[in-house]
């Protein structure tokens, strides 16, 4: 038996698999696993993978092919394939077409991992483990030993999976229903974390703003913000993500307008401008409705940042449609635009009923066009920060430069020699561009002295 066991990760996709790879680490440390960013000397490989758009799904295909080789020199080697190229109702197919992997795990679940490790050490360690396994039903998330005390923003998933059936969606088939997690054990796994040195949470969910509507008479988001707020001492800034423009309620947004912790930061997708390509998408809202909702975001919440997804190219599109998404961008001048070419996934509505008739030179014609759009109005956006004093939590140091986020989720670079990770400290804006910023932290001038770097440690 070797004296250290080791582990590697690899994560693709959203925040939510981000969150579910840390809850892995987590659960393995347990067992007494370190982690290591090198496959090869692993005794355990999870790829937790992402199906959401074709391109993702091939690169977790490729990834997964390049481990054979790997297993082949060492048949020892525990590979475990996760998430969402799994999902959520069997496997027996992936099993025939990749042999070689150990263990097939739904999203956000460790469970099947552990059981098939556990069961392989209670053979050679069988107090030990039993008594490790234990170790894990405490609830606590206890972040990978590389991460703690020194992560400063985590995530935590409050809705699993979701139920309203986009057409063009893989998610719902891969991730099964909504689930909302009890506030209890929201609030328990924030206060784990803010122990463990972070500072600020996002709430993650693929509609995070029906939290609680699955559950009768539940708390809602605004609620759950609330409790955060009030009950979870040392957490400093409060974010969730993504809203569905139907369920952004005045409630909510009340709360965003008056927790001074809760950040000033919207993530509510559009897809589409065009009513039309909305109901085909069966979005349930038209363009007027996200129109007037942004107006009402603005007014309550002024000063707020809001950031939409789009999909170009979805089945029927037309050129005028494209356009009526192009000018209502334009109208908006919203922050951030993530933007996507549509992509047929096998199962849903749009891949079974509806042909994917835009060409692939005119989706990324349609892409382009938008991206050029939306790095003008960033740029623009960005520029009003020019001089002005912004709050900045630090996060970690890149390239011999402090990074960090504003409220209004804007990504700061300073440059500094001091040990910034973790603090909020006022950051004057030097320059501006549409995806980044760079400051400079203000000079305390102690009396008679010389100015030295302010700093509120
Ligand atoms: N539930 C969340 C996240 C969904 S996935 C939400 O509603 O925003 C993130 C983004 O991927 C979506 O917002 C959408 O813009 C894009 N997307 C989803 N399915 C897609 C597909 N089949 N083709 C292209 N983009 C897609």
Not at 5 to 26: F, P
Request: charged share 30%.
């Amino acid at each position: 038996m070797k004296s250290e066991l080791k582990y590697h990760i690899w994560t693709e996709g959203c925040q939510m698999n981000v969150a579910d790879s840390r809850r892995v680490s987590s659960a393995l440390e347990r067992l007494g696993y370190r982690g290591t960013p090198r496959p090869e000397e692993a005794d355990v490989i999870v790829l937790n993978t992402c199906v959401v758009r074709q391109s993702a799904e091939n690169k977790a295909v490729g990834r997964l092919f390049s481990l054979k080789p790997l297993k082949k020199r060492n048949p020892g080697l525990v590979i475990n394939l996760m998430g969402c190229l799994v999902g959520v109702k069997g496997h027996d197919k992936l099993r025939q077409r990749f042999p070689f992997v150990d263990v097939f795990s739904p999203p956000s679940d460790p469970g099947p991992l552990i059981a098939h490790l556990t069961q392989e050490e209670v053979r050679s360690l069988e107090t030990e483990s039993t008594q490790r396994r234990f170790a894990l039903m405490d609830g606590d998330l206890l972040l990978p030993e590389a991460e703690r005390g020194k992560l400063v923003s985590a995530f935590i998933p409050v809705v699993y999976g979701c139920s309203h059936a986009c057409t063009y969606c893989i998610i719902p088939y891969k991730r099964g229903v909504e689930r909302s997690r009890p506030a209890e054990e929201i609030l328990t796994e924030a206060r784990a974390l803010v122990r463990q040195g972070v500072k600020e949470i996002t709430l993650l969910g693929q509609i995070v703003d029906r939290y609680g509507k699955d559950i009768p008479d539940g708390p809602k988001l605004w609620d759950l913000l609330h409790r955060l707020h009030e009950e979870v001492e040392g957490l400093e800034r409060i974010r969730f993500l993504t809203s569905h423009p139907n369920w952004m309620t005045d409630e909510l947004l009340d709360a965003v307008a008056e927790l001074p912790r809760v950040m000033p930061h919207i993530e509510v997708p559009i897809q589409a401008g065009n009513d039309e390509v909305l109901k085909n998408m069966r979005r349930e809202y038209t363009a007027e409705d996200y129109r007037r909702l942004i107006g009402k975001i603005r007014a309550r919440i002024p000063g707020a940042s809001i950031a939409t997804d789009i999909i170009v190219g979805f089945p029927g599109e037309s050129a005028a449609q494209f356009q009526d998404t192009y000018d209502l961008l334009a109208e908006l001048e919203l922050d951030v635009a993530h933007l996507a070419r549509y992509s047929p996934r096998p199962g849903t509505v749009s891949a079974r009923r509806m042909p994917d008739d835009v060409t692939e030179e005119e989706k990324w014609r349609r892409f382009r066009l938008l991206e050029e759009l939306q790095e003008g109005i960033a740029a623009e956006i960005n520029a009003r920060y020019q001089g002005e004093q912004v709050e900045v939590l630090f996060e970690d140091k890149v390239k011999g430069r402090w990074r960090g986020r504003t409220p209004t989720n804007k990504l700061v670079f300073v440059e500094s020699e001091a040990d910034l990770r973790g603090q909020i400290l006022p950051v004057t804006i030097t320059w501006t561009g549409p995806w980044s910023m760079q400051g400079a932290l203000p000079l305390a001038k102690p009396q008679g002295g010389i100015p030295v770097p302010f700093h509120n440690a």
